[in-house]
Structure formats: C-alpha cells, structure tokens
C-alpha cells in the first residue's frame, strides 16, 4: 500500500516536474559553486590531480551522507546482496567517477556559462538511446524536432565569429572533457533505472557515490604535494554545498527514474543549462552572458518545450 501510494505521487505529472525542476537546479548550481572552489584553492588548469581528489572528497561526504539519512528515515539495514555489488561498483565508476573526472577538469578549462550549455548533450544521447533500449520510449516526431534543435544548441555556443567567417571554440581538455563527462553519463542513467527494480534510489544513490569516491581518491591521493590545498572556511562551506546538492538531486533523480520512463525524466535536464547558466552569470563576475549564449541557451530551452509537450500531444493522438 505505501508503494502504491508512493508510485501515485512520483508519477504525478506535476509532481514529476516540480521534483525534476528542483533536482535540475541543484545541478545547475554545481557550475558557479565548483567555479568559485577552484578560485578559492587557487587551482591552476593544469592541476588536474588536486581537482579529482576534491571531487572524489565531494562524493565520499555524500555517501556518507546518504547513508546516514538511509539509516534515519528508513530505518533499515544498509546491507545489499553481494550479487549487486558488481553493478553498483559500475555505477559508481560510471556516474560518479568518469563522469566527474572529465566534468572537474573539464569545467577548468571553460566558461561556466558554456560548460553549463554542453552539458545537455548527455541528456540528448539518452533520449537517443532509450529509443533502442525501451519499445515503450521511442522516439516521435515532437522528441526529434527537440534533439535537432538541443544538439543545434550545442554546436552554437561552440562557434565564434571572426575575421574568416565562423570557426570552432572548443579545446579537447574543455569542450571535449564537458561531452565526455556527458557519454559518462549515459550508462549511469540506465543502470540506476535497473537498479531501483530492486533496491530504493537512496541506497542506489549512496553505494555508487561511494565506489565512485574511492576510485578518484585511490588515483588522486598518493600524488598529491603538501601545498595542494590552503583550505578556508569558505571551500569548506562550498564543499558541504556541493555533497548535499549532489545527494539530494541523485536520490530525487534516481527515484523519478523508478516510476517513469528514462527518456521523459531525461528530457527535464535541460533545466540544468538554464539554471546553471543563469547562476553563473549572477555569481561569477568575470562571466555575463553573451548574445551567442543567449541564442544557444534559447534552442535548448525550445527543446525541452517541444520534445515534453509536442511530443506527448503526438503520442495522445496516436492513442486516440
């Protein structure tokens, strides 16, 4: 009865959204945070070992978050079937530490405004992959229109004008590693839409961070020097943001992944470049947001209108 009651409400569709918006702004967040983290410590772009210890630290003081507020709630035994070590250990390689190893080093070496913009592209590759995964996720015609203008987006805030005409704005380490963190990303989403069959999205949530935390840690650790880090109260402050925004909005993500399809949950990131984009802009100074940002962030955001009510107006036709 409690499950049924819960399913009821985190398949509400205004429910969903409201959850899925605020789980998207938490990430969003993470741009202008880990921005001003890395001024704070003085963290050179070629310092890459110092930022994947701070993001393997970030994970681990969430897991141990997420497994504390497991064992309060739910008042359960945070003890799993070693069969499911395996795949959670993967999880946690996949969504936590790939994905973040090219998202930490990636966001150093570009704009957080930008950074926040490609970051959509994962969120594009899993509504493409979902058509290939799920006979009930296809894609139509409204979720097609809204990939083309997404990906459109991205290819936008990647060019600049100059006195040959357009030419491309990225580099491997900045744009490229932003993608990268993005393909990351993919097999997490699906797994964890597997994963919650069987175990609650908390638990999911807290063993991944934890696998993942441990792999940046054991590959960053024993090569850090004694000048890595000047912490002050402000990274620490910034620090336990970071963990609490990322425990909070993968348990939400993870959960609306267990009562609704993974291509229409999807969709609802394209309010992470929004937000991130915008938050940015207000908390770093040395980022405002260009004419090409706005374009670029303008086909995002019409993506998302398009592929979430184009699309299901499609679908009910059909049905009709």
């Known amino acids: 009865m409690k499950d049924r009651n819960s399913k009821n409400l985190w398949t509400n569709k205004y429910f969903v959204a409201l959850m ?34 701070l993001a393997g630290l970030r994970f681990f003081l969430a897991a141990i978050l997420l497994f504390s507020v497991y064992r309060m709630l739910f008042k359960q035994s945070t003890r799993i079937k070693r069969s499911l070590l395996r795949p959670l250990f993967f999880l946690g390689l996949s969504q936590t530490a790939l994905q973040y190893y090219f998202f930490y080093n990636g966001l150093a070496h570009t704009e ?4 926040a913009i490609l970051n959509v592209f994962g969120n594009l590759l899993v509504v493409l992959v979902a058509h ?22 991205i290819i936008i805030i990647n060019w600049q004008g100059g006195g040959h005409g357009f030419s491309w704005n990225l580099s491997f380490k900045g744009e490229g590693f932003m993608l990268l963190s993005g393909v990351a990303s993919v097999y997490g989403t699906f797994q964890a ?43 620490w402050i910034l620090l336990v943001y970071s963990a609490i925004l ?17 291509g229409e949950v999807t969709l609802y990131r394209f309010v992470i470049p929004i937000s991130g984009t915008l938050l940015s802009a207000l908390f770093l100074p040395e980022e405002s947001i260009s004419f090409i940002a706005i374009f670029a962030l303008g086909l995002v955001v019409l993506g998302l209108i398009v ?6 107006k499609e679908k009910a036709i059909e049905e009709v």
């Open 246 to 262: 990322s425990a909070a909005a993968f348990s939400i993500w993870y959960t609306l992944l267990r009562y609704n399809k993974a």
């Open 132 to 153: 290939f995964i799920y006979a009930d996720d296809r894609l139509n015609l409204g979720k097609v229109v809204g990939l083309i203008t997404g990906f459109a987006g």
């Open 307 to 312: 592929v979430n009510y184009w699309g299901k």
């Open 193 to 235: 839409k597997k994963l919650a069959k069987d175990l609650n999205p908390v638990l999911i949530n807290a063993y991944q961070f934890f696998f993942g935390s441990l792999v940046l840690l054991v590959l960053s650790t024993p090569r850090l020097t004694v000048n890595s880090f000047q912490a002050t109260s402000l990274f």
């Open 20 to 53: 899925a918006t605020i789980a998207c702004v938490l990430w969003g967040s993470a741009f202008p945070v880990l921005k001003l983290t890395y001024g704070e410590l003085q963290l050179h772009g070629n310092d890459t070992i110092s930022r994947v210890f």
């Open 112 to 115: 957080g405004i930008k950074a």
